[in-house]
């Protein structure tokens, strides 16, 4: 593990602030996991990058958004890229093709591998071993959703400097992407959904009565812009 982290720290010693590159912020609660997927996939990338890990395996933090913030203020790229322990980035060019895309994106608020909306959901995510895709969806170019699933969001560093995950909105680990997204969409932002897929371990949320207060209290939130939220959990009328 400590082997790992060295080889991540040699990658962006010396990039100064708001370097071209991506911040990867992980909140992780099992080391394996990390070493195992995230950690090994980000030592095979040709792209800059820096790996902000946060170490919650004692449940320091009850809540996503309020670490996330104060992380991302330690970042040093243009792009902050949000992701879970156990996602593994498939290609050795995910982070230099990803940011090639991102730079071609019109009013960019957010991107990830899956999301959904009014077209239909689509992912790039595999699970399981082996390997499968749970939607089946063929995905050539970026595509608009309304929210992203929390798996793996990228955000524009000017962009997260205004809008920062809203810490009182969702209160836990649950849906605070798809919050994110709505309050995005609010401020006129678009969100997208990336052609690069990723192996992800993980197939849905372990506390099923924290998720639906999550859920409950996004409807609340956003139901005098939104009609409908359309979530990789579900679709929901407010």
């Not at 820096?50 to 449940?59: K, P, S």
């Not at 859920?215 to 939220?229: F, G, M, S």
């Amino acid at each position: 593990m400590k082997a790992a982290f060295r080889s991540l720290r040699h990658r962006f010693l010396g990039c100064s602030k708001a370097a071209q590159g991506i911040s990867v912020i992980c909140a992780y609660n099992n080391r394996e996991k990390l070493d195992k997927y995230l950690i090994s996939s980000l030592n095979r990338q040709d792209g800059s990058f820096e790996l902000l890990a946060i170490d919650n395996t004692q449940g320091r933090y009850p809540s996503a958004a309020a670490i996330l913030n104060e992380t991302a203020k330690k970042a040093r790229y243009d792009y902050f890229m949000f992701v879970h322990q156990d996602v593994a980035l498939i290609a050795d060019t995910w982070l230099t093709d990803a940011q090639t895309a991102l730079g071609q994106l019109r009013n960019l608020g957010a991107a990830g591998v899956a999301g959904n909306g009014r077209r239909g959901g689509v992912r790039r995510v595999l699970h399981g071993n082996p390997p499968f895709r749970a939607i089946r969806k063929k995905l050539r170019k970026p595509m608009p959703v309304q929210t992203l699933d929390g798996c793996l969001m990228i955000v524009p560093r000017e962009v997260f400097q205004k809008i920062a995950f809203d810490e009182k909105a969702v209160n836990g680990w649950y849906l605070y992407t798809a919050n994110y997204c709505l309050d995005l969409i609010r401020a006129g932002y678009r969100i997208y959904v990336l052609p690069r897929p990723i192996y992800h371990g993980s197939t849905g949320p372990s506390d099923p009565n924290s998720y639906e207060g999550a859920r409950q209290d996004l409807i609340e939130r956003h139901r005098d812009h939104i009609k409908v939220i359309y979530t990789t959990m579900g679709t929901w009328e407010t």
